[in-house]
């Protein structure tokens, strides 16, 4: 395998398997293969393209690109010079692709609107509401966390609760869970976010009140709604930027695969196994 492949074999096994070439199964190993091969043939008709021809890049961008990479990939060999080679080839073939995609037409209002009018549901925010909780976990191999113990102290935090206590305050000093650090503080959430047992309870509650004990696998919990956001339809004004962005990203990935498509086409005039450093 040359350096370039070597290079791209990284790549390739980070993120589609999750590990380094040398860690891949052999079915794995030789999926791996064949999409290094794929890639580097695509990098060198990328390459010979006049749009990557004319990139010019700065020495100290793709030194960067280089610490970084190193930086992520501490256990690969291979050298800085190859290295160097490889990104500047990566980040001409990115640069080349941003050239091909900036063609692309703009969104014009009517699409816009038009896609805001036949995507309706994803435009609709269901309700949310702001949750705090206070966990006593239950753990048998300590005596303050056994299922009798457990239920003891949370009741005897509801019943502080019940006398005035701050929700916030309490569960700062006794909740058994690393949100005890903001006072009990989920964040804000929607349906489906929660063990169903405090789902329930929470969307029941009103802003400002708390409910439980609850079990759930963690243990004893007591809840507090802190603020509702109630359920309702994003508007067009609000979403315009939003959807505008979303479809010239697909219209710049069009006109970047019709390139490629046109590119494919041409005959290679350098093979990408010989243009290692």
Same mark, same amino acid.
């Given at each position: ?5 070597t290079y791209h074999a990284w790549n390739i096994a980070a993120a589609r398997f999750g590990g380094s070439p040398e860690s891949l199964s052999a079915e794995h190993a030789e999926r791996l293969d064949a999409e290094v091969a794929r890639a580097l043939a695509l990098e060198?008709? =990328? ?14 961008? =793709?030194?960067? !690109? ?29 640069? !080349? ?102 789902? !329930? ?41 939003? =959807? ?13 695969? &019709? ?14 196994? &010989?243009?290692?450093?």
């Amino acid at each position: 395998m040359s350096d370039l492949a070597t290079y791209h074999a990284w790549n390739i096994a980070a993120a589609r398997f999750g590990g380094s070439p040398e860690s891949l199964s052999a079915e794995h190993a030789e999926r791996l293969d064949a999409e290094v091969a794929r890639a580097l043939a695509l990098e060198a008709r =990328i390459l010979e393209s006049r749009e990557a021809i004319a990139v010019a890049l700065p020495i100290a961008r =793709i030194a960067d !690109a280089v610490a970084g990479w190193r930086d992520d990939n501490p256990g690969c060999a291979i050298s800085d010079a190859v290295l160097f080679e490889a990104l500047h080839r990566e980040l001409r073939v990115q640069a !080349a692709m941003d050239t091909v995609g900036a063609r692309a037409r703009p969104v014009s209002e009517v699409e816009v609107r038009d896609f805001y009018d036949a995507n309706p549901e994803r435009f609709h925010r269901p309700e949310r509401r702001a949750v705090r909780h206070l966990l006593v976990t239950v753990n048998p191999e300590f005596a303050d966390n056994t299922e009798g113990a457990a239920r003891a102290r949370i009741d005897a935090y509801a019943d502080r609760l019940r006398g005035g206590a701050s929700f916030a305050e309490l569960a700062q000093r006794h909740s058994e869970c690393p949100t005890a650090m903001k006072g009990g503080e989920v964040g804000t959430v929607g349906r489906g976010a929660l063990y169903p047992e405090l789902e !329930a309870l929470v969307f029941s509650l009103p802003v400002g009140g708390w409910g439980g004990p609850v079990r759930t696998v963690l243990g004893w919990h007591l809840v507090a709604c802190d603020a509702i956001e109630p359920e309702d339809d994003v508007s067009f004004d609000d979403a315009e930027a939003q =959807i505008r962005e979303h479809l010239a990203k697909i219209a710049r990935r069009a006109a970047q695969v &019709t390139w490629l498509r046109a590119l494919a086409m041409r005959p290679v005039l350098v093979k990408s196994d &010989t243009a290692a450093a």
